[in-house]
C-alpha cells in the first residue's frame, strides 16, 4: 500500500519561501516518477512538477520556472519542492503524486498519477 504525505505548507508574504516535502512509504521514491499539483479554490487541481525516479529528468509548468525546484532525497523516500519568489497566485493546496507503476516518465497529465497524498495549504498574502 502506498501512502504520501505533505508537509511544509504555511503562510507566507509575497516574495518569501517555502518548502514542501513528500514522504513515500510502501515503495521506493528512486523507483518512480513523483509529482507536485496544486488546487486553488473554485479551481480544478493543476500541474506544477515532476521529476523521474532517478532524478535525471524534471518537468515544471511555466508559471513556477525559475522559482520552483523539484529534488528527490532517495535515502529518505522523500520527494520536495522548494518555492521561492512566492507570489499571492501560488495560494492552493498543494498535493504530491506517485505513478501507478516503477520507471515511467514523469508527466504533467493528473490522471496519470495514480497515488495522492491529503495536500498541504500553502497561503501567500500581497
Known amino acids: 500500500q502506498v501512502q504520501l504525505v505533505e508537509s511544509g505548507g504555511g503562510s507566507v508574504q509575497a516574495g518569501g519561501s517555502l518548502s514542501l516535502s513528500c514522504a513515500a512509504s510502501?515503495?521506493?521514491?528512486?523507483?518512480?516518477?513523483m509529482g507536485w499539483f496544486r488546487q486553488a479554490p473554485g479551481k480544478e487541481r493543476e500541474f506544477v512538477a515532476a521529476?523521474?525516479?532517478?532524478?535525471?529528468?524534471?518537468r515544471y509548468t511555466d508559471s513556477v520556472k525559475g522559482r520552483f525546484t523539484i529534488s528527490r532525497d532517495n535515502a529518505k523516500n522523500t520527494v520536495y519542492l522548494q518555492m521561492n519568489s512566492l507570489k499571492p497566485e501560488d495560494t492552493a493546496v498543494y498535493y504530491c503524486?506517485?505513478?501507478?507503476?516503477?520507471?515511467?516518465?514523469?508527466?504533467?497529465?493528473?490522471?496519470?498519477?495514480?497515488?495522492w497524498g491529503q495536500g498541504t495549504q500553502v497561503t501567500v498574502s500581497s
Open positions: 503524486a506517485m505513478r501507478v507503476r516503477p520507471f515511467m516518465a514523469p508527466t504533467t497529465g493528473r490522471g496519470d498519477y495514480s497515488y
Open positions: 521529476i523521474s525516479g532517478g532524478g535525471g529528468s524534471t
Open positions: 510502501g515503495r521506493t521514491v528512486s523507483e518512480s516518477a
